[in-house]
């Protein structure tokens, strides 16, 4: 099976010190989930990063996690399955996955389930990755949770780490070349209100 090993840009934390590490995951790209739209849209539609958990059941493991929702009949799946470490890609930037509880949110968004544990580790190879999702998109991505789409539990324990997840991401694009520019206000003001208009027309369906 293919699986790449992603070398991260060299980047910048500061806490008590002021370290630079070098990080990276291992990306596997060999298994596809069912449930999506191939091609389905151009890269600069995607707006969202919506974080998804894989459930409290924390003895569920990451290879099980990949093959549910490559393989369940059920309509969901991701983009992307993340742990400390490793990445499975699920479905292309291109491909909507089926993972929000809303098609309209779905078709601008990109899907993100992660490890339940959410372990400083776990978030920084999701840090790294969307850091490298928005390199490729050319644009940033507004961070949302499931539960801001419809009534869930999901995150779970990333919900109140988002404002954390946005400055990790924002300090590892510092450290790369090409990385585009965090969101302005005004950007995050508009996202927020396309989203708000995005799940209005969800009520007017229903």
Sequence with gaps: GRVDTVPAGTCRFTDSRERRHLMSYEL???SKTKNRHINYRKLSD???GVVHWWGDDKGKSFDETVNFLCNNDRKVSANYVVEAGRVAQIADDQDVALHAGQWEVNEVSIGLE???DCR????????QLIADIEVRLGHSLYL???RDIISTSCPGEYYPHL??????VNTIKAG????PAALTAQERADRLAKLQELKQKKKQAA
């Design 46 to 48: 995607v707006l969202y």
């Design 120 to 127: 400083s580790e776990d978030l920084d190879t999701l840090a």
């Design 144 to 146: 949302i949770g499931h």
């Design 28 to 30: 596997i790209t060999t």
């Design 163 to 168: 404002p954390e997840l946005i400055h990790r």
């Design 176 to 179: 790369m070349n090409n990385a």
């Design 114 to 116: 992660n490890r339940p």
